[in-house]
């Protein structure tokens, strides 16, 4: 079955850095668009970033640009966002996110908690 785990979220100060990996199973991972979708703690969810297959384009909502990349490994079946220059109202759980079979496929999350 689909299955998709994310990792890499932590505890960092604001300016610092994560990446967070995503390990894609069930499918065949290069042949599908993928997305990371964040949920701030008391809101909706938040559409990041998308990427193609190939990963030759690449596409962020404002509020990341300049500072978040998405990117993928086809041969690892991965997922990766390098996230820099992290800012207080980037606090989220992160989601890799997947259609296929007219249904959509989540992981569980993985925190992120931009503090000083």
């Known amino acids: 079955q689909v299955q998709l785990v994310e990792s890499g979220g932590g505890l960092v100060q604001p300016g610092g850095s994560l990446r967070l990996s995503c390990a894609a199973s069930g499918f065949t991972f290069s042949s599908y668009w993928m997305y990371w979708v964040r949920q701030a703690p008391g809101k909706g969810l938040e559409w990041v970033a998308s990427?193609?297959?190939?990963?030759?384009?690449?596409y962020y909502t404002d509020s990341v640009k300049g500072r978040f990349t998405i990117s993928r490994d086809d041969a690892k079946g991965t997922l990766f966002m390098q996230m820099n220059s992290l800012k207080p109202e980037d606090t989220a759980v992160y989601y890799c996110?997947?259609?296929?079979?007219?249904?959509?496929?989540w992981g569980k999350g993985t925190l992120g908690n931009v503090s000083s």
């Open positions: 996110n997947v259609g296929l079979r007219g249904m959509d496929f």
């Open positions: 990427i193609n297959t190939g990963g030759d384009n690449t």
